[in-house]
């Protein structure tokens, strides 16, 4: 039973406009979120995180918004780049599982010129 | 990038025969994970170990053995392969268990059973 979803296998956006990837979860039990990022052939590399404390968080073009009562989060891109097409995948933690990561299957995004 | 190797990059073996992929680390962290990458399902925890000679099993592990007899590698056995176990292997490291403990993977492995 998967536990973090991610409901929208694929996303199409143009450069410059913003890219709004979404996430679910069902375990009440998790308090940290990170977002990876994966190019094909590679492994996936570290985006950004949140933890349950907050509700948002920011790097650079990406920010990454929590809503606790919802059990949903989302990774806003803004600008969209040429770069930023690749899978991403959202992942959530809790302490009682020793924060071993539970994935979501991943959204493709794919950035227009 | 931290210094994870995985190999073979790519394999290609038949239905009922044994496979070792091997993760290879040189940042002396103590939690290593491997992790099968399959379309629909995301990554998926097959075992994870906190030491040497320490491991536990994770979401996905029946068919699948490691062992770690050095801090540095990781070795993932699959005893008999069969075509279910066709995947995209990542192994991962940490420097502990902590919330903001950062997990880094290494390029992955193909693996195909035919």
């Known amino acids: 039973d998967q536990q973090v979803k991610q409901n929208s296998p694929s996303l199409s956006v143009q450069e410059g406009r913003i890219s709004i990837l979404n996430c679910d979860y069902t375990?009440?039990?998790?308090?940290?979120f990170l977002w990876y990022k994966k190019y094909p052939a590679e492994g996936p590399t570290f985006l950004i995180s949140?933890?349950?404390?907050?509700d948002k968080n920011e790097d650079g073009r990406f920010t990454v918004f929590l809503n606790k009562s919802a059990k949903h989060l989302s990774l806003h891109i803004v600008p969209s780049q040429p770069g930023d097409s690749a899978v991403y995948f959202c992942?959530?933690?809790?302490?009682?599982?020793?924060?071993?990561?539970?994935f979501g299957a991943g959204t493709t995004v794919t950035v227009r010129a | 990038d931290a210094g994870i190797t995985q190999s073979p990059r790519h394999k290609v073996t038949e239905t009922g025969t044994p496979v070792t992929l091997r993760c290879h680390q040189t940042?002396?962290?103590?939690?290593m994970y491997w992790y099968r990458q399959d379309p629909g399902h995301g990554l998926r925890l097959i075992h994870y170990s906190y030491g040497v000679k320490d491991t536990d099993k994770g979401e996905v592990s029946d068919g699948y053995s490691v062992s770690r007899s050095k801090t540095e590698d990781f070795l993932l056995t699959l005893e008999s392969a069969t075509s279910s176990q066709t995947s995209v292997y990542f192994c991962?490291?940490?420097?502990?268990?902590?919330?903001?403990?950062?997990?880094?993977f290494g390029p992955g492995t193909r693996l195909t059973v035919l």
């Open positions: 940042e002396n962290h103590r939690y």
């Open positions: 375990n009440s039990m998790f308090d940290y």
């Open positions: 992942a959530a933690s809790a302490p009682r599982n020793d924060y071993k990561l539970s």
């Open positions: 991962a490291i940490s420097e502990s268990l902590g919330r903001a403990d950062t997990q880094y």
């Open positions: 949140i933890s349950s404390i907050k």
